[in-house]
Each structure stands twice: as structure tokens, then as C-alpha cells.
């Protein structure tokens, strides 16, 4: 047991409260950001004349390496402190003796925590932001290339109109799109700095905390100390973006695994991407697809976990906050992970393109046109609606298409069927001529298309970062301007 207090206990603490209470289980993986912390710290301390510039150097000096030390992994976070802050601070003191113990002034926990997790999660925000651009960009390679791969539009998965593949994943670009507005909506609402707002009420040392803050990109300090060690609205905010994430994903992948059946055939997941059956030697199952969807609870879980330990906790820091660690680095793993093997699933998928249309034809889709087409002959829509119903019917008995049968047969349901009927409700027709915003026709899609391009290249010279190296080396070059 190694704990950083115990002045004002006359007994040792019980094992088994002792392992309950500890977290450096798994608050361990914040050990950058409690370094970045401590350094940005310090060195505010030093300007303040609180620590001298020595002692600020030395500090600095045996906090980078344990930094290095960690990553070269010639040290290993060792579990019997009490959390991740505990054991820098007693390797720290190790290493450089007394002045380690000046680390902590003006400074608690509860805002040491505060600010770890918000730089862990601002850091899981840039991570899931750029995944789902790589996402973004295969979906929309796809749609370049599927104009007029025509495919049956559903609803209540009952065939519906004709579309094409283009507009069905472009559904999907809209839907990760909005994904990422969100990340990049929550990083500028959460990057401020709780760092300085103490245990709850602040220092009575003179902190400087715009300093603090801008040495680790921060817009600014949070406004009030008792909200800057409570809140984990940011998280929260997150892990609802990351819910919807997974929503998203989910749906796409309960297409893929319906579209991947035998019973449809439209698409087939690469050997790659598939697994077999220990029993069955036919088999080549959609897993990936089932576990992004099955995931997606979890992620909800996590998500529901983190409301309901807040729901109740008075003002300010309560120690059922330390809860907030599992469930979010659960859902930022497995969200990420779920991208990214989503991403290479998709970008390995072949298309049936043949059974696509095939499918389209067979199914009636093109019922809504033969309406349409009345409707220009001069036949109120409701009507055509009843005329079409009974040409279908007829069709259903005969186990064939509209468009396969003689104009004899048309003109038998109503005499306001032509010869060009056929080009009417071909499936080129049907798709070519939906040509409003957003509609599946080649001309209105290339027009969407185009603005996609221009949204994943000009957002490359947005102020949001793309990548987190990116980020990090801002960070560095951050000096005296305020970047961000
Ligand atoms: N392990 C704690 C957490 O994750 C760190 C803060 C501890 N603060 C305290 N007053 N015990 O929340």
C-alpha cells in the first residue's frame, strides 16, 4: 500500500478497502497527460515566484524521465499506489529527492483528474474524428464509382423504388458526416482548463491559470472551480456522439449482413474480413459486421453507466467520479476499433452488381414510374394508382415483370398504354430521372458528390486538427499564442 496520505490516521487502511478504492488500475493509461499536467504545472508555478527556477528544471527534468522511461518501457507503472498520480509523484521523489515533494503545490487531486481525463479525452475526440474521415473517404470513393449500379430502395425491407449504390452510401456519408460536426462541436466546447481550481474552491497561491491552459492548448481556465472538478458533462456529450457512432455503424452493418446473405447476394465480404464455421465447411460468416453491431450496446452501456453515476452527486468532487475511467475507456476502444475494422471491411467489399439489378427489376420497384407514366397520359394519380395495382397482381400471377410483358397484355389492364411505356419504367429511366437535391438521379448525385469532395478537402485546412500527431505537435509549437 502506497498512498500519498496518512497523516491523520491512526490506523492502516484495510486491504481489501484499499485495492476497492484504488484506480491505478486503470487510471495508469493517463500517465502522459498526468506528465503533460504536472509539467505545465510547474512551470507556471516557477513564473509565479511560487517555485524557484531550479526547483522548476529539476521538476521538469525527472518528470520527462519518467516520461521517457515509461515509453522506452523501461519502467513499468507499478500497482501498489494508490492511483497514477500517486506513483509519478513518489517515482518523481525517488529520483530527485525533497523537491519532488514540491509538486504538488497548489494543487489537488480532484483538478490533477480533472484535467488528466479531459486531455485523454480531447485527445479520443481528434482519434475518432480522423477514423471516421478515413471512413468518409472509402464511402465516397464507393459512391464515385456506383452512379448506375442500380440496387431496389427499401422500406419495411420490402423492395420499394429503384436506386443505386451511390445513393444508398450516401445515406451513410451524411449520417458519419454529422458524426464528425459533433466531434468537432464537443472539442470546442471542452477545451478549456480545470487545472487550478484545486480541491474545490481554488488556491489561496496566485496561480496563474491562462497559463496553465495555454501551455496545453487550451482556449482558457474553466470559470468556476467547483464546476471544473465535477463536470464531466464533455464525456458525457462524448460518449452520446460515440453512441450515435455506433448506431450508425450498427445499421450499416445489419445491411451488410443482410445484403452478404444467401439469400440476396448483392455484396461479398472479403475472405479477409470473414470467418468460418468449425463445423460447417460452407460457411463464411459476417462477423465483423455482427460484433460492430453487437458492440453497440456496450457502447450504450457505457454511455448509460456514466448518466446514472452522476445523476445524484452533490457539488463538488465525489469519489464515485472515478467510475467515469472504465466505461469511457471501454467505449473509446471499442468505438475505435469498430471503425477501424468497419472501414477495412467495407474497402474490401466486392458488389453483385448484376444481382443488384436483377433484384431491382424483380420486385416491382419501378411500380411508382408506371404510375408517373398514367399520370402524363392524362389518368388522375389515384386512379393510376388503382390501374398499377392490378397490373402488378396480374404480374404476381404470372410470376413476371412489368416490363416484360407484350403491350397487348398493358393495353388488356388499360388502353392508355404505348410502345414507350418499356423506356418509362426501365430501371435507367426510373433512377435517371430523379433528379431533385438528394435524389438517386446520376446528375443530382454528381453535384452532392462534388460537395463532399470539397468538404474532405477543404476541412484539411480547418482549425480542427486532423490527426493527433497533429495536435501534438501544435501543442509543442504552442509558445506565447493563442492558437486555438
Ligand atoms: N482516482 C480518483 C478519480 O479517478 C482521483 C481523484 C481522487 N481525489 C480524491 N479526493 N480522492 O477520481
Known sequence: ?????????????????????????????????????????????????????????????????????????KLSVDEKYEDIHSFVE????????????????????????????RLYTRLQVLLVDALLKELLKVILNTMEGNLDTYMPGFT???????????????????????????????????????????ALAGTTYPLDREITAKLMGFYGPT?????????????????????????????????????????YRFVEIDDA??????IMPQKKNPDIAELVRGKTGRVYG??????????????????????????AFDAFDTVKDCIALFTGMLDTMKFNRERMAESAMMGFTNATDAADYLVNKG?????AHGIIGRLVLYCIEKNTAIDALSLDELKGISDKFEEDIYDAVSLKTCVEKRLTVGAPGPEAMRKVIALHREYLEQEEEDWFPDTAEEYEIHCEVVEDEKIF
Not at 158 to 181: I, N, S, V, W
Open 379 to 383: 389518368v388522375p394519380f389515384r386512379d
Open 302 to 327: 457505457d454511455l448509460i453507466s456514466l448518466l446514472t453515476a452522476m445523476k445524484g452527486l452533490p457539488l463538488a468532487y465525489n469519489k464515485d467520479m472515478q467510475e467515469d475511467k472504465e466505461a
Open 156 to 198: 419495411h425491407l420490402q423492395k420499394a423504388q429503384p436506386t443505386t449504390l451511390a445513393h444508398h452510401y450516401g445515406a451513410y456519408f451524411e449520417m458519419f458526416k454529422r458524426d464528425r460536426l459533433r466531434m468537432k462541436d464537443i472539442f470546442k466546447r471542452m477545451n478549456y482548463c480545470p487545472l487550478g481550481a484545486g
Open 223 to 263: 470559470l468556476n472551480s467547483m464546476d471544473s472538478v465535477s463536470d464531466r458533462d464533455y464525456l458525457i456529450e462524448f460518449l452520446a456522439a460515440l453512441s450515435m457512432v455506433m448506431m450508425h455503424l450498427s445499421r450499416f452493418s445489419e445491411e451488410i449482413i443482410i445484403w452478404n446473405s444467401n439469400e
Open 273 to 278: 474480413y470473414s470467418t468460418g464455421s468449425s
Open 1 to 73: 500500500m502506497a498512498q500519498l496520505w496518512g497523516g491523520r490516521f491512526t490506523k492502516e487502511t484495510d486491504k481489501q478497502v484499499y485495492d476497492f478504492n484504488a484506480s491505478i488500475g486503470f487510471d495508469k493509461r493517463l500517465i502522459r497527460q498526468d506528465i503533460e499536467g504536472s509539467v505545465a504545472h510547474v512551470i507556471m508555478l516557477a513564473r509565479q515566484g511560487i517555485l524557484t527556477e531550479n526547483e522548476m528544471q529539476e521538476i521538469v527534468g525527472g518528470l520527462d524521465s519518467i516520461r521517457r522511461d515509461v515509453e522506452d518501457g
Open 90 to 117: 513518489a517515482v518523481l521523489t525517488e529520483r530527485i529527492g525533497n523537491t519532488g515533494k514540491k509538486l504538488h503545490t497548489g494543487r489537488s487531486r480532484n483538478d490533477q483528474v480533472a484535467l488528466d481525463m
